[in-house]
């Protein structure tokens, strides 16, 4: 049964608790980019508007990496717990202050630099707490509260702005932030898994074999994601963005689907190449649409790879990263799907109106086939037995070896002795 799986995972103790305060601490990243365009568009224009909010994200960019070696190197539970109050006096700050652009921008990216390294710490502390045997469950269960999150953030704020105004929903971000991060930092397992006398040198995660090509597989499917969700909303708008643009976007709640379904599964053959290439598929069978309800049912039906693969992404990752440095590694999958995210909005931009609407669900399509191709080898490209970094499994033994190195002597079958044949007869 696929809820089995499930209630054997959260019966493991700390991890309802950290998954739950880590949704709510997370909350934010669906709902700061609306309440901070609602808020600045009050006294200024949406060009203002845009550059500021670029700003909190380069800040995050930036920050994302060092935040978490620092968590690696000194404890998660004191680098959370300072950046959430820094974060929540920066937030509380735009709130307050006058709308002038450039202190607006300055905030911004003071905000975006001490944003609790939340995401990383959660997927580097939970493949520690479960096992490895429940790392796929745990992954693809996290991997859907992540998708979760950017679908109820939207109305969430919408819901706020309209109760109280753009400053309540702006607020209630910083709120979600401190309360979610210090409600984490609470469980006595935050730091599970962290080799305290560990110290690494910055970046050296990145040299860690298949992390490179891991890292960038991602870029490219959030730069893919940003091209299909600007794409759909243009194919089915046209010049001027409708309201119910939103309930095809929607239709992206197959993820969820797919994630619980993909996590439930004891077994299966699909390697992270494959399920990257169902995700390119799906996505090269949207611009066939011919009217809203197909579109609907096709972007219903392509969510439904999306979860797995970035549940598969995340535990090959976790897998390839060094416990040592393993927050760290997540820190700079965060800031490289942040950029792939960015890229991937302004290319659809130019590409919709330089050659219309189906240009980017082109594009995300191309962009999801190279991650497809880049993240892992591919058979045919093999010719030797792989090395455990480069299966995913860091802990498999050392004794794997060239399939083209002859056996040793002590390898070799010992051959059979012949029986003395008796002498030829007269």
Known sequence: MPAAAYRELLRVPSVLW???????????????GL??????????????????STAGVAGGFLAGPLLSRWADTYGRRRVLSITAVLNALTVTTIVLVPAGALMLAALSFLSGL???????????????????KRRKTVFALESTLQELIFVLGPPATVMLAAFGGPRLAMASCGVCVLAGTLGYVRDRNVDIGRRPGARTQGGWVLRTRGVPRVIGAGALLYGALACQSLGVIALVSGSRVATDAGFVVAGSLGSLVGGLVYGSLSRHRAQLRH????VAIGLAALPLASD?????VLVFCWGLTLAPAMSQLFERLSSLAPPESATEAFGWMNSAVTAGNALGSALSGVLITVYGPRAPLVAACAAAALAALICEPWPRFRTRALLPSETGDSHAPDALRSIDRPAGPAERRPRRRRAPQPPPGP
Not at 275 to 278: A, R
Not at 292 to 296: A, E, G, Y
């Open 35 to 52: 309440a901070l365009l609602m808020l600045i568009t009050e006294h200024h224009s949406y060009a203002v508007a845009g550059l500021i």
């Open 292 to 296: 809203r309800n197909i579109l609907t």
């Open 18 to 32: 950290l998954l739950t305060t880590s949704v709510i601490g997370r909350l934010n990243q669906g709902m700061t």
């Open 114 to 132: 001490c944003t609790p390294p939340l995401t990383a710490a959660v997927r580097a502390a939970l493949p520690a707490l479960v096992g490895e």
């Open 275 to 278: 399920l990257m290439l169902f």
